[in-house]
Each structure stands twice: as structure tokens, then as C-alpha cells.
């Protein structure tokens, strides 16, 4: 395996955090929200969350509007010298590839809340672009406010200062930092009380900021929101940017910042409220969402409506794709070596003498490189779901807001993980020996090829298993036959409910050519759950009552 890293960043780690706890459903840390604590720290709630990242400061009317300082020097109040602004001395304007990528920023913002965010040439506007070399080290945004027009303004360091904030592609540092910054200059602020020019001790240097010192719980990090300054590996996961070999940088707003953003804005009602597709087969209308063009996501999905999918059918490589509102999924595309190589050169072609380039991949080097993560990846997802043979490129890089609701989800040609949500659900496993897991709501499934796994651990669905096989596996042993006793017993096949708790009955309707199997949980001789398979079909020796 090639060996890179990025000076000060954390190296990817073939760990797999311990769970808090043995369930069934895939493991979510905030599950566990005030009942216990993650790497010494309080698992916060959503109101906790919510008031650590907002400022209590907002931009006020119905329109927000951004510009770009374009001028040969700057004006209004930054050419005023009397109140002493550090920014105007190495004032530039943004290059043609920073205003597009800020664009692309605020239009992510802008997707979250009913405000219209737009772009207003000339000066005047609520926030206000420009680079500059006599201020931030990477970059600062000022809160909104009253008084004298700094407010809401971003300001990066000049490129040529750091080169990062020309790293502009999907996983780049200059991306994040974009829109980390709008997200100050709409009034959210760090999960904490740290900044990057921290001086606790008094040295005038700067301090280190550690999640180990600095964090107050356990979900400041870029796992759940941007505006972090922590490495999701902290909190557990592992979004992998495949092409460069590093741990991803955030691309969207993540988790907790639409839940605090759409806490001081509201929600916007309209965003991709009709039928949409995240993946492949996009139709999102933002390449981000786009996994033919975004080949190593790390970002979060808002969905105002519709019918909506998470379509990972393009994957050649195993995903864990997990429908609930606020949930995480592990998933990665194989790029090809030409495409790796394509990325490595883009980010060589904008890194300065200190960090150094990147080699590039060798097809050994690459493959080598692929197979580790992917094993990794299987280590991380069996640590959070007990299922074992999925072999995910990247570990919790995909999370669904808790507003939202995804209906459906398509694995791809490896073997996969699907859960579904408390909806009805369209799962479909493509190829692979894929395991399905509607939940509640009446879901249907589709194994694809291969000998599938249809687990089911809720009851009072009436689901269809829609292409079953012979030799596929019928997994019921998660759910307690009878709920009346301590024990998690199994079911017993009946001829027909006689009132005893844990019975099974088939039945087969030759018309419609569908086998059903009814579960009595409670004893009262009437079905809890209902699991509907295609054919005449029988217990068959792989299932697990």
C-alpha cells in the first residue's frame, strides 16, 4: 500500500470501535443520547446539539444575498482605516474556480432553508467573498449582525498563502472550507468554544485544538457537522476520499448543521420534493449527489418529498446502505486507476513546496490499496451491523437527515446491506449475496442473483419477498416468537392460530401465485407480521425461525 498523508492529518485506521450496545439494528451513537458516553464525553441530544451551534445571530428577510469583492482595492468600510480591519492589506479577489465552487456552496445552504439564497453583483450584499494574506490562516467568516457591514463577510487566505483553498474537488480542503465558512456567516458556529488562533496558555501561539481537549461531547467531529474541527474517525466512522488515499473532507452541510440550520431558518419545503434519485441515475440536479461524477462521497441528503432513492447500482464494491432518518451508510465507488491518477494530478497541480506531491498509482499499488480499505470497511460495518462479507470503501460517509425521508435504496453488483426504514420500502440487492431488512412498513424486496438474505426484526409489516429462491434464507429469529416471556424464543409452524403465542402458519394462493406466512407473537390468534413470497414456497432448510 502507498503510504500519503496530508502534513497533520490523521493516517486511515483499520480500527473498528467497540458498540455501545448488542441490537439488532445497525449501531447508531446517538442512540445512546444521555444514557452513556462516547471516548469519555456525553452523548449530546438534538436541543444539546442545536445549542452548541447556534450563535443566536441570524440575516434577517425573506432574500440572502452574496457577492464577490471585485474591485482593484477594497472599499466601503474595509478602506476605511480608522477601525483597523487585519483583511484590506492582502486583499485579492476570488479566482474564477473559487467563486464557482462558493456558488456551489451557498446553493447547498440554500437547498436547507425557505430563504433564497442568491448571488448579487456589485457591493451591498448580506456576505461578502474576498482572499486576503494579512488575515486568516485558512479562513474566517464574521456572525451576523447590526452595526458596522463586516458582518456575515468570508474572507480566505490567498491561495498562493495556502494552497489548500485551491484544493476544490469533491474531497477537497478549499471545498469544506467554504462551506464551513457560509455556515458562520449564516449563524452557526463551532460545536465548540475553540478557534483556530487559540491562545490558552498566554505564548502568543497558537495552541493545538484536540477532540481529546477541546470537544465538550461526543459528536463534535466532521462525522456529524462541518463546522467541526475534528476527524470523523474520532467519533468512529471513516469517509474515505479512494483516489487520494486520505480520510474525505465533508461536502455538504452534514447531519447536525440542516438540524441547526433549519432550527433558526426553518425547513425549505420545496427542495427535491418530487421523485428523486441520489447516486447513480441522479436527478438531484447537483453533481454532489452524482456518484458517476462524485466517486467518493462524504456528505448528507435533505429531501423535502416525493418518492426518493439511494440508487448505489453503479457500485462494483459492497455498501451498507441504511434508510432511516438520521442514520449513516457505508458506501464507496471503485474508481478506476485512470481516475485516480486523474484526482492525484489535480491535487499535485495545486499543493505548495511543504506538503509535497503525491506519486502516482502504480495498477499493483492500487489495487493493493483497494483491497485494504475494503477490508477495513468489512471490519467497520460487521462491528456496526453484525453482518459480515461487506467489504464497504468508506465507513459512514452518507447520512440522511432527520427530516427525511429516502423510500428506497439499490445495492450493486457485490454483496450488500440493505435497511430500510419505517416506511414502506423498496429494497432491491442487484447482485451479490445481498442481506435485506425492510423494518417497519410494508416493504417490498428484491434479492437480485445470488443466494440473499430477506432478515426481518420488526414486526407489523406485511412484506413481499418479490424473487425468492430456493436455498435463500428467511431470517426471523430476531424477533421474540412470544412476547409474553423473557426468552427470545423461536417460531413453531401450526397449521392455524389455536391462540398460542409464536406460531407460523403458510398458506398459498395458487392464483396469485404467492406463499404467505403469518407470525403470531401475542397469543391472540391473529397475525402480527405477514411476510408474502413469490411461488409455492416452503420452510426451507437455510431459514431461521
Same mark, same amino acid.
Given at each position: ?424 420500502? *423498496? !429494497?432491491? +440487492? %442487484?447482485? @451479490? #449475496? /445481498? *442481506? !435485506?431488512? +425492510? %423494518?417497519? @412498513? #410494508? /416493504?417490498? !424486496?428484491? +434479492?437480485?442473483? @445470488?443466494? /440473499? ?93
Amino acid at each position: 500500500m502507498v503510504e500519503r498523508a496530508l502534513s497533520g492529518a490523521a493516517p486511515l485506521n483499520s480500527g473498528a470501535d467497540p458498540v455501545l450496545g448488542d441490537e439488532a439494528l445497525p449501531f447508531l451513537l446517538e442512540d445512546y443520547a444521555g444514557i452513556a458516553t462516547w471516548a469519555g464525553k456525553p452523548i449530546y441530544n438534538h436541543d444539546q446539539v442545536i445549542g452548541q451551534l447556534d450563535s443566536g445571530r441570524i440575516i434577517a428577510g425573506k432574500t440572502i444575498t452574496f457577492t464577490f469583492l471585485d474591485t482593484p482595492r477594497p472599499v466601503g468600510i474595509y478602506n476605511n482605516p480608522t477601525y483597523g480591519l487585519t483583511e484590506p492589506g492582502g486583499y485579492t479577489p476570488f479566482s474564477a474556480a473559487q467563486r464557482e465552487v462558493a456558488r456551489e456552496a451557498m446553493e447547498l445552504w440554500d437547498d436547507l432553508i425557505p430563504q433564497s439564497i442568491v448571488e448579487k453583483k456589485g457591493v451591498g450584499a448580506d456576505i461578502v467573498f474576498a482572499n486576503t494574506t494579512t488575515g486568516p490562516a485558512q479562513a474566517h467568516a464574521y456572525y451576523p449582525g447590526k452595526g458596522v457591514k463586516v458582518q456575515s463577510d468570508i474572507w480566505t487566505a490567498t491561495p498562493e498563502a495556502n494552497w489548500t483553498n485551491l484544493w476544490l474537488d469533491f474531497n477537497g480542503y478549499g471545498r469544506t472550507t467554504l462551506v464551513h465558512e457560509a455556515g458562520h456567516a449564516l449563524g452557526l458556529t463551532h460545536p465548540g468554544d475553540y478557534d483556530f488562533g487559540d491562545d490558552n496558555d498566554g505564548d502568543g501561539e497558537p495552541d493545538p485544538i484536540t477532540y481529546e481537549g477541546d470537544a465538550f461531547y461526543a459528536q463534535d467531529t466532521m462525522q456529524f457537522s462541518i463546522m467541526s474541527y475534528f476527524s470523523p474517525q474520532k467519533s468512529g466512522a471513516q469517509p474515505v476520499h479512494t483516489e487520494l488515499g486520505l480520510v474525505g473532507y465533508a461536502q455538504t452541510p452534514l447531519l447536525h448543521d440542516i438540524l441547526a440550520i433549519q432550527s433558526k431558518y426553518g425547513a425549505d419545503p420545496t427542495t427535491r420534493a418530487g421523485a428523486t434519485t441520489y447516486g447513480f441515475n441522479s436527478n438531484a440536479g447537483n453533481e454532489v449527489y452524482d456518484f458517476e461524477v462524485n466517486r467518493s462521497p462524504f456528505l448528507s441528503i435533505y429531501d423535502a418529498g416525493g418518492i426518493d432513492t439511494l440508487d448505489l447500482s453503479g457500485a462494483d464494491a459492497s455498501v451498507f446502505l441504511d434508510l432511516r432518518p438520521g442514520a449513516f451508510s457505508s458506501a464507496g465507488v471503485r474508481p478506476t486507476l485512470e481516475e485516480a491518477n486523474a484526482i492525484t494530478e489535480a491535487f499535485n497541480a495545486v499543493t505548495d513546496a511543504d506538503q509535497g506531491d503525491f506519486e502516482l498509482w502504480t495498477q499493483a499499488d492500487w489495487d493493493a490499496f483497494l483491497t485494504n480499505i475494503g477490508n477495513i470497511g468489512h471490519n467497520r460495518v460487521l462491528a456496526d451491523t453484525g453482518v459480515s462479507g461487506v467489504f464497504a470503501l468508506s465507513h459512514r460517509n452518507i447520512s440522511i437527515a432527520y427530516n427525511t425521508v429516502i423510500e428506497n435504496a439499490t445495492g450493486g453488483s457485490a454483496r450488500d446491506y440493505l435497511v430500510g426504514n419505517h416506511v414502506g420500502n *423498496v !429494497l432491491m +440487492g %442487484l447482485g @451479490g #449475496n /445481498d *442481506v !435485506l431488512n +425492510g %423494518l417497519e @412498513g #410494508n /416493504d417490498t !424486496l428484491y +434479492g437480485g442473483t @445470488g443466494l /440473499d438474505e430477506f432478515r426481518f426484526t420488526e414486526t407489523g409489516g406485511n412484506d413481499l419477498i418479490a424473487d425468492y429462491a430456493a436455498g435463500e434464507r428467511v431470517n426471523v429469529s430476531e424477533i421474540d416468537a412470544n412476547v409474553a416471556t423473557a426468552a427470545n424464543e423461536a417460531f413453531v409452524q401450526a397449521a392455524s392460530f389455536t391462540g398460542v403465542a409464536g406460531q407460523m402458519v403458510r398458506s398459498f394462493d395458487a392464483g396469485a401465485n404467492l406463499t404467505t406466512f403469518a407470525f403470531d407473537t401475542n397469543g391472540d390468534a391473529a397475525a402480527d407480521m405477514v411476510i408474502r413470497i413469490n411461488g409455492d414456497v416452503a420452510v426451507g432448510a437455510a431459514w431461521l425461525l
